[in-house]
Every structure is written in structure tokens, then in C-alpha cells.
């Protein structure tokens, strides 16, 4: 028993490649402690802050994000991962920011006025962050003026709307309806969710689509972002 830890791995005897993958599982077990240590040996190795997001952390979220949409991984699982994931980018964000790196987009999210539920919003949040997106957080039972002076102070591509409960779902309508009639509503990508919620009802309130979790919000806010922008590019 004494020499069980003798066998522990040691990640600076893994070369790049190997260290890579091992960084993958460490993201898909939820191993803070081990990403952190990885993402300082690949910096001291000369590697690129945006090198070690991109190969590193945003592929093994993305790997986590497929697996919980096949139903392999669950919500547990999922949120050891993203946080797993944050400690590796406490350390990236501001080497990123010196260099100047613009995240893949941004996104404002929150939960809606006289809903106070927050665990799918939260992993929507770390998963975005981990697909490698500027996230903003506005929290749980938020009035349309809040997210309106979300959007004017922060410019954001997308704008996430979480409800739990039937009888908040509505309130995503007034918020899409406000922002048309102060003629925001095509400067946003609108993204709603929650359990109660389906596709039909995305149509309904005015979204651009309803993600019915964390990854498919990652694979159709990419998605949304990049028709938005090649549009845009053929003006």
C-alpha cells in the first residue's frame, strides 16, 4: 500500500502529443488540479496561449459536449469538466487577452424574470466559455431592462434565454418582443432553452432556435455565428 502512488503519472514525461490527450481525459474525469498543471507545462514548452485553448481545452470540452448529447456523459459529469476546464483558462484568459486573441464570439445569458433556476443555464455558460466564446453571466430572475442593458453594454453576438418553469417560459416572448420593437431584434442571435421548452416553442417566441442543452447550444451558436458572419463578408 505504501508504493501506491509511486505509479501516478507524471505529465512532464509526456511529449506534446501524449500530453494532449492525456489533457482530454483529465477534462472528461473532471481533474482540476491536473489541467492546470498541463496547461503550465505546454506554456513552459513555448506553446501558444491560443494553441493550448484550441487543442487542448476547446477540443476536449468538445469531446465532453458530444458525449453528453449521446447521453453518455450527464450533468455531473459535465460541470466537473467545465470546471475542470476554468482552471486552465484562469490561466489562458489573460494571456490571451495580452495577445490579443478575440474569442470565436460573445454571448450574454441569463435566466428570465420569476425564474430562479440556474444549473442548465450555468453549464450552457461553461460550455460556451469552453468552445472558446466570451460569456456573460447576467444570473437567474432577469427583467427585460436588465438584459437589455446587458446587450448595450457588453455588444454581444448572442443573447441566451434560460427558463425551468412553464410559467416563466413566456417571459422569453416579451423579451424578443422588445427587443423588435426597439428594432434590436436582427442584431442578436437568440438562443432559448430549459426543460419545458421545445422547438416548436422557440419558433413561437421569436428565437432563432431552441438548444435543448449545453452541446447543442455550443454546435448551433457556432453554427449561427459563422452564417452570420460569411453573410455579412458577401455584402
Known amino acids: 500500500m505504501a ?8 505529465l512532464n514525461t509526456l511529449n506534446d502529443d ?3 490527450d492525456q489533457v482530454h481525459d483529465d477534462l472528461y474525469n473532471g481533474m482540476k ?3 492546470v498543471e498541463a496547461t503550465n507545462i505546454l506554456l513552459g514548452r513555448g506553446w501558444a496561449a491560443e494553441r493550448v485553448l484550441n487543442e487542448a481545452l476547446v477540443e476536449g470540452m468538445r469531446i465532453v459536449g458530444v ?3 449521446d447521453g453518455i456523459l450527464f450533468v455531473p459529469e459535465v460541470l466537473l469538466a467545465a470546471n475542470a476546464m476554468k ?3 484562469e490561466i489562458l484568459r489573460p494571456l490571451l487577452a495580452e495577445k490579443g486573441v478575440a474569442p470565436i464570439g460573445k454571448m450574454v445569458i441569463g435566466t428570465v424574470k420569476g425564474d430562479i433556476h440556474d444549473i442548465g443555464k450555468n453549464l450552457v455558460a461553461m460550455m460556451m466559455e469552453g468552445a472558446g466564446f466570451e460569456v456573460i453571466d447576467i444570473g437567474i430572475n432577469n427583467p427585460v431592462e436588465k438584459y437589455l442593458a446587458a446587450i448595450e453594454e457588453h ?5 441566451g434565454l434560460s427558463a ?4 416563466t417560459m413566456p417571459y422569453m416572448k416579451v423579451v424578443v418582443d422588445t427587443l423588435k420593437e426597439k428594432g434590436l431584434r436582427d442584431d442578436y442571435i437568440v438562443l432559448v432553452g430549459g426543460a419545458p421548452l421545445n422547438e416548436e416553442f422557440g419558433r413561437a417566441v421569436g428565437a432563432d432556435a431552441y438548444c435543448r442543452d449545453a452541446g447543442v447550444a455550443v454546435e448551433t451558436a457556432k453554427s449561427l ?3 452570420r458572419r460569411n453573410t455579412r463578408a458577401a455584402i
Not at 3 to 10: I, N, R, T
Not at 164 to 167: F, K, Y
Open 3 to 10: 508504493d501506491e502512488f509511486d505509479d501516478e503519472l507524471d
Open 18 to 20: 501524449d500530453l494532449i
Open 33 to 35: 488540479d491536473e489541467i
Open 67 to 69: 458525449d453528453f448529447r
Open 87 to 89: 482552471g486552465g483558462m
Open 155 to 159: 455588444r454581444p453576438d448572442i443573447l
Open 164 to 167: 425551468l418553469l412553464t410559467t
Open 225 to 227: 455565428i459563422a452564417a
